[in-house]
């Protein structure tokens, strides 16, 4: 049936995306417009995680798993690889498996599927984790895995065939007016509802409402790790102690402060640059490590090979592999709110909406997230 509302969403990647979904399953006839003939930014260059774990209990936690179920659906019906791995925070000191014990028991309150395990149990569940000097580890069952760059090359296809959804890739817009979306000085495409879901549009198309929004951009560090051999695989995605002060739902521990405080007399540094370290596995083996985090708003294009290596090399401190080689490195930039949102969801014009600011957790927020605000709207 045709449908007699329409849509437009500007941007291809992972929020661009959930929203044309969420659009279409409203019926809504949806268009995308993607200045590049591809989608190339930060979509792309991240670890494929899709982390609940790292989601503070309630409405954010809950986003993140409805996310994890699309995630689920869309991995089966648009063919792309995905795995239900997990997550693994082990602890090499007293300060961090103290926090680890806090957030257990509290996660459990909250409903949360996690265990926390014994050096045994650890090295059970992942023979990638370093033993020497293991103390154990929290495991969660709620982190699925996929390959971001495979994911979200197959899923425009998908939304076309299922929903009809119309993508025009090598459209920049060039403004909008009137419900109606210009690109160049000759296309007009008039529409019900627009939204922005790229932050390079909307910093673009509204520059001045952009200037005065509390936002900054993050640019991040990253590497990927050549295909294991003999198909080795590495369980549920891991991470260091150094990811405990960086998520929002770690917070909760009371001691937590103390475990950063000293991580601040003894690892300055990677403090400095924003790095705490994680390893994903996906499909072909490969295995992607990061980050660090730079905050401004205008980056340096250039990686710096000393964050690769302070990467490396605590990495290496909990992590054993059985091939070391780098393959690829690279860095990513999106938006992040500086007023400790969530989100940026405003309308900059009559039905015209900006959706941003999710920060590092676009993959997993945005399903949800677009089914909120669409269902709001």
Not at 335 to 363: H, Q, R, W
């Amino acid at each position: 049936m045709q449908s007699s509302r329409s849509a437009i969403v500007i941007g291809a990647g992972i929020v661009g995306l959930a929203t044309a979904r969420a659009l279409a399953l409203r019926g809504f006839s949806v268009k995308v417009f993607e200045r590049g003939e591809k989608a190339v930014g930060a979509s792309i260059r991240n670890f494929g995680m899709i982390w609940p774990i790292g989601q503070a209990a309630g409405k954010m936690y809950n986003r993140a798993v409805r996310s994890r179920e699309i995630w689920k659906e869309l991995s089966l019906g648009a063919d792309f690889w995905s795995e239900p791995a997990g997550s693994l925070h082990v602890a090499y000191h007293p300060d961090e498996w103290l926090v680890l014990e806090e957030l257990a028991e509290i996660f459990h309150k909250e409903g949360r599927p996690v265990q926390l395990l014994d050096k045994t149990a650890v090295t059970h569940a992942s023979a990638a984790v370093v033993p020497d000097g293991l103390l154990g580890g929290l495991y969660s069952r709620d982190e699925l895995i996929v390959d971001p760059r495979e994911a979200i090359a197959a899923l425009p296809g998908w939304l076309s065939s299922q929903y009809k959804v119309e993508f025009c890739w090598g459209k920049c817009v060039s403004y909008i007016s009137d419900q109606t979306v210009y690109v160049g000085n000759e296309e007009e495409y008039p529409a019900d509802l627009i939204f922005i879901c790229n932050g390079a549009d909307f910093e673009t198309l509204y520059p001045e409402i952009f200037s005065k929004k509390p936002v900054t951009k993050c640019k991040l560090q990253m590497m990927r790790l050549a295909a294991q051999p003999a198909d080795w695989r590495i369980g549920p995605a891991l991470c260091g102690g150094l990811s405990l002060i960086h998520y929002n739902s770690f917070k909760a521990a009371a001691s937590l402060p103390p475990l950063k405080q000293r991580y601040m007399e003894e690892m300055a540094p990677y403090l400095e640059w924003g790095i705490h370290v994680m390893m994903s596995q996906n499909g072909r083996g490969e295995l992607t490590v990061g980050d660090s985090h730079e905050y401004g708003l205008t980056h340096d294009p250039f990686d710096k090979e000393f964050i690769n290596r302070m990467i490396l090399d605590y990495l290496r401190t909990f992590v054993r592999v059985k091939d070391w080689s780098v393959i690829q490195t690279w860095n990513g930039i999106y938006t992040k709110l500086t007023d400790g949102e969530s989100d940026l969801f405003f309308s900059p014009e009559p039905y015209v909406y900006v959706i941003n600011g999710v920060g590092g957790a676009g993959m997993t927020l945005s399903f949800g997230l677009a089914e909120e605000l669409v269902e709001g709207l």
